[in-house]
């Protein structure tokens, strides 16, 4: 176990940071102190993994150009050990390995007192409203740590968030023994396939363009796999679920005609949850694909804090899902160019990094 001295203390490291309004990622030297303000804790980055979200922060797209303050260390999905806590805090201690919610709540808005954090009016997020987990070392609030069993796989550890988003999406109806649609396999919608399964779908269809993600959510056990690019997604939906269509529907693509799509399968008295993020405006028909369906419709911010963790939690200590395929790559930091590209390319699922040049097993 390492611990810090109570001696204030600058140390350099290693980090990536978005410093240009460009396209790419510096991989550079930083500093960062040692002191901490009240509640806070310091952690030594172990594994961090690699987001959609820093997908936009890396093509610096129209929403990471109005969002991002430069230069910023970049970075939010990690698991670490803490070093260092401020004298206040009570709830973790050095030596323990965590995991982070990355959004950090003001505990104080009239959504946070009523148990809804998740969608808290003052949310700042851990690499893209502050520095973030690309880097050897961070500094976060103690409340965002998840204590982690230490016999889990390293490797594993940082995938717990968006695997978080994947629970939070497809787990919000009832879906044992429901016939479940997968839309989009990219890293959270691979992982929300995975989650059907554990719970219990009767039926789970992956919906991806994309061969590499196809061939993975099969491998994952994907009930029935449609491509939308040679294979008329209505029509196939309703003939793997008797002419009735999904009981719910996760999307995880954000891609508007599947979407619109989706509301023309979704049964009648279905759920649909929407985590992915649209570029253009969704046009639906109300009156046919909502009010005479009587249909649920449901939008995903990151995980209910802390109800989806326990949710993880759950499903890792009991081996249900199969993050050794879902990981499908592993970097050291000092690659994570390289890294982004190869997420660009979508022929991966997970992409896990390392802040030193020794790769976890």
């Not at 959609?52 to 150009?65: F, R």
């Not at 982690?148 to 497809?170: D, M, W």
Request: charged share 25%.
């Amino acid at each position: 176990m390492t611990r810090l001295s109570d001696d204030v203390l600058e140390l350099e490291m290693n980090a990536v940071v978005k410093d240009k309004k460009a396209v790419g990622f510096t991989y550079t030297k930083k500093s960062i102190s040692t002191n901490l303000l009240p509640g806070e804790v310091f952690i030594k980055v172990i594994t961090a993994s690699f987001c959609g979200t820093d997908s936009h922060i890396y093509d610096y797209n129209k929403w990471a150009q109005n969002r991002l303050i430069l230069p910023l260390i970049v970075g939010h999905e990690f698991s670490g050990e803490i070093l260092k806590v401020a004298k206040d805090v009570t709830t973790v201690k050095v030596g323990d390995i965590v995991s982070a919610e990355t959004h950090i709540i003001c505990d104080e808005c009239e959504f946070c007192l009523r148990g809804e954090g998740h969608i808290c009016q003052n949310t700042q997020v851990i690499g893209v409203d502050r520095d973030g987990c690309f880097a050897e070392y961070i500094k976060i609030p103690a409340k965002n740590c998840f204590i982690n069993q230490k016999h889990h796989s390293q490797i594993e550890l940082s995938v717990q968030e968006p695997l978080g988003n994947a629970v939070h999406t497809i787990t919000h109806f009832d879906i044992e023994n429901k016939d479940v649609v997968v839309l989009g396999c990219g890293p959270i919608g691979i992982m929300a396939v995975d989650v059907a399964k554990a719970y219990n779908a009767k039926k789970v269809i992956a919906i991806e363009i994309n061969d590499f993600r196809r061939n993975l959510a099969k491998d994952l056990g994907a009930d029935y796999i449609i491509n939308p690019l040679t294979e008329d997604v209505y029509e196939k939906v309703m003939e793997y679920t008797n002419g009735m269509g999904a009981d719910v529907i996760g999307d995880f693509s954000g891609n508007k005609t599947a979407i619109e799509t989706a509301f023309k399968y979704l049964k009648r008295g279905g759920g649909f949850a929407i985590l992915g993020i649209p570029d253009e405006n969704i046009e639906i028909d109300i009156t046919n694909d909502v009010v005479f369906k009587g249909v649920r419709i449901y939008g995903v911010t990151g995980r209910r804090i802390y109800d989806t963790w326990y949710q993880v939690k759950d499903l890792l200590d009991n081996n249900k899902l199969h993050l050794d395929k879902i990981i499908t790559h592993t970097f050291p930091l000092s690659k994570i160019n390289e890294a982004a590209e190869i997420m660009s390319n979508k022929n991966c699922g997970k992409i896990v990094l390392f802040p030193g040049e020794k790769i976890y097993e």
